[in-house]
């Protein structure tokens, strides 16, 4: 009943209630015996190798990443190769015992054979999913195991032996009702609805954070454990250190040009720096210049192999597991200020409009003057004539004044405006969500306050020369190395998901065009207007366009033989990779490796095409993981917030309609949840106009002499809601409040 990018069998006209009967008889017909008695088979055997080699050959089979709705955990599904709508999976049989994120062959029927919906899994192509989780343990009398029951419901439940249970376990099993523990699921028969496994650790109380966050790093596959001693031994012993005479010599001195950073005021981290100077003929010479990690990183070494195997940092609200040892990441490669630093550059002569009139790469060696955060970089922007004293800023250089590094902070803004600008007009996409940040205490970590962070016009002028240097490195490295280039592609979105939005905004009424990157942006940017309502509406339209997106994914350009698909559909370039953050992400080293060598200024990259594929592959799935694991760290830190400060009132705007629920965005938190039409509500009535669903929600009165006050639910409503703590822990919902006029 909601609109929904991909449809379910239920919204493509199949009579749901007849599949699923269809479905159970399927199993029941399955039947085997297994094992002491009678056990009927569940799951179907994995098809053999070498038929799904054929069937995916011949086009029987689709290959593609398993998605199971965090919502409705029996609903799954895969990507169509020709971007066409979801393959959708109904029922646990039919994922045919995969997980999320598990790469997975499916056999599909032609549409013509859909009499019943029945599409399944055939193999598990590739284990993508930890097999862990954290959870709960229940005691199962007369039995010699416990059941384990996740806390994520797409996994399934896990038997496991009592003797990993704590010792008192079945003695006092209340004492471990809310107790978390990590289990690591062994196997899963097919006969079993059940999985089978093993506890590894009990972590503590649910609902604290620490626990909580060890589980989810744990379920994510997330290193979180100390560099070894044989790590650290690669990094150089004699400290306080510094550049050695004959490294100095190989390099472009910049230690007397006014260089800057710009980070968040906490960062420690510093891996970009920033530097601009005007040219007697009016143009600027602007340097992107970036930690020099792989100097200190030697390829095939111990710390080279935990930094792929990370492949990056993590950032949790309260803290970073870093994929480098703390001595690399906020010491010897950070750019900390008036401190000589190895770095790798780009520096360009460009015109006042952003025009590139010449580029240099190279090995360079700076000297930050300041590290500024993006606030002291804003204050200067908003208030060019402004005279900023000392004690307004943090420690600067002597040798280089507080009013020329405003001049280049100013400069480089006009430019980015300009670089924005192009960017933009020539077809760039930007679908920013809101994103949540807290003050946390500075003793206990826990949450003291939480805003929507903003996003600034020095936050843009950094993007963009990151983003510049990011495209100069792509077409160095694959200019030189064709075969063994990193890249970054991403691909259009998928057109079934675009056809059914733009049939949804235009049944709206809306003026949305999403025939292209350029008019998409165009129409959220221009279309909905300015006053806070078409704010609202326009995060909404956002988070509805994010879901048609496909995710930008590493590549090796020798494993893909079409350039076209090289391209980057977002910021719409031929060819992008990441260069700039080689602290945090190890493709920036490698990318680094090819760039020293296709300068000849390092040694060539030993890696085979091959063996470059496979490591954009792992790269991809780290980046995936980490992504999540911070935005559960998020989740999680707003569930105290809500438990410890709650209840929190806040408007919001309605997302989807369902018959008995509606999801909104809670506008000053910028959090998703559902609603549920089951308070102080006379009658609900769900109804769709065409194929737009709307709601009639009928308000009980408080006085029963007075007739009953109706509140109409449609997408893009604006309500006020009020967030408050379940009994469960990290858990809270949202409760519509009662109109204005009935209280």
Not at 21 to 26: A, D, E, V, Y
Not at 37 to 63: C, H, P
């Amino acid at each position: 009943a909601q609109f929904y990018l991909t449809k379910t069998p239920s919204q493509c006209g199949w009579k749901a209630k007849t599949e699923r009967k269809i479905l159970l008889q399927n199993n029941k017909d399955k039947g085997t015996k297994s094992g002491r008695g009678s056990r009927k088979q569940l799951f179907e055997e994995y098809m053999r190798t070498e038929d799904v080699s054929a069937g995916l050959e011949r086009g029987e089979l689709i290959k593609g990443v398993l998605r199971i709705n965090p919502k409705k955990y029996k609903e799954a599904f895969v990507p169509s190769p020709d971007g066409s709508a979801d393959i959708f999976l109904d029922g646990i049989a039919a994922r045919n015992r995969a997980l999320n994120g598990d790469v997975v062959v499916v056999k599909v029927l032609p549409p013509e054979q859909w009499k019943v919906l029945y599409q399944n899994v055939v193999i598990i192509f590739e284990q993508k999913h930890s097999r862990a989780a954290s959870g709960f343990l229940k005691f199962l009398p007369n039995k010699n195991f416990a059941m384990f029951s996740p806390v994520d419901h797409r996994i399934p439940r896990v038997n496991v032996p009592l003797v990993d249970c704590p010792a008192d376990f079945v003695s006092r099993p209340g004492d471990y009702e809310n107790v978390l523990f990590i289990c690591r699921i062994t196997h899963w028969p097919a006969d079993n609805n059940f999985a089978e496994g093993r506890l590894a650790k009990t972590l503590g109380q649910a609902g604290e954070i620490e626990p909580e966050t060890e589980g989810i790093m744990t379920e994510y596959d997330v290193d979180f454990s100390e560099f070894s001693e044989e790590v650290l031994n690669c990094l150089p012993q004699d400290l306080p250190w510094s550049i050695p005479a004959h490294e100095l010599s190989r390099r472009r001195d910049l230690r007397k040009e006014c260089v800057f950073t710009i980070d968040p005021a906490t960062a420690r981290d510093l891996d970009d720096a920033l530097s601009c100077k005007q040219l007697s003929d009016g143009n600027f010479e602007v340097g992107v210049h970036i930690a020099d990690v792989s100097y200190f990183v030697e390829e095939g070494s111990v710390l080279d192999q935990i930094a792929g195997k990370r492949a990056t940092s993590v950032y949790l609200v309260q803290k970073v597991i870093p994929m480098l040892p703390r001595l690399l990441c906020e010491e010897l490669c950070s750019l900390n200020p008036l401190t000589d630093r190895l770095t790798f550059s780009v520096i360009w002569k460009l015109s006042p409009e952003g025009k590139i009139l010449s580029e240099w790469f190279g090995r360079t060696v700076i000297c930050s003057c300041i590290k500024m955060s993006y606030d002291h970089a804003q204050s200067m922007i908003e208030a060019p004539d402004k005279h900023f004293s000392a004690e307004e800023l943090p420690p600067c250089s002597t040798n280089h004044r507080i009013h020329e590094i405003k001049e280049a902070i100013l400069n480089l803004h006009n430019i980015a405006k300009q670089l924005r600008a192009q960017r933009f007009e020539s077809g760039a996409l930007q679908l920013n969500q809101l994103k949540l940040s807290f003050s946390l205490d500075k003793e206990s970590s826990m949450p003291q306050g939480c805003y929507v962070y903003q996003y600034q016009d020095s936050n843009k002028l950094v993007e963009e020369f990151m983003l510049l240097a990011n495209m100069a490195a792509a077409h160095q490295i694959y200019r030189t190395y064709p075969e063994l280039a990193i890249l970054r592609r991403h691909p259009p979105p998928q057109s079934k998901m675009v056809d059914d939005l733009q049939e949804f905004c235009d049944q709206m009424g809306l003026d949305i065009d999403l025939n292209s990157s350029r008019g998409l942006h165009r129409s959220l940017n221009e279309n909905l207007g300015n006053d806070e309502y078409a704010a609202a509406r326009r995060e909404v339209l956002t988070h509805m366009c994010s879901r048609a997106m496909q995710m930008a994914s590493y590549f090796c350009t020798g494993a893909l033989k079409d350039e076209n698909s090289f391209h980057h559909y977002a910021l719409n370039v031929p060819l992008y990779t990441h260069f700039t953050s080689p602290i945090r992400r190890y493709v920036d080293v490698i990318v680094h490796r090819l760039l020293a060598a296709s300068l000849n200024c390092g040694p060539p990259l030993s890696l085979s095409l091959e063996e470059v594929h496979k490591l954009a592959s792992h790269c991809n799935d780290r980046k995936t993981a980490s992504k999540r694991v911070q935005e559960l760290s998020s989740e999680l830190f707003f569930a105290v917030f809500v438990k410890e400060c709650g209840p929190l009132d806040s408007e919001a705007m309605v997302m989807g309609v369902l018959d008995q629920s509606f999801d909104v965005l809670v506008l000053r938190y910028g959090v998703q949840k559902r609603i549920y039409c089951n308070v102080c509500l006379k009658a609900v009535h769900f109804r769709k106009v065409g194929k737009r669903p709307e709601m009639t929600l009928v308000w009980e009165q408080a006085d029963p002499s007075k007739e009953s006050t109706q509140q109409e639910i449609s997408i893009f409503t604006l309500l006020n809601v009020q967030l408050k703590a379940d009994g469960a822990p990290m858990k809270y919902s949202a409760v519509l409040k009662r109109p204005s006029a009935l209280i």
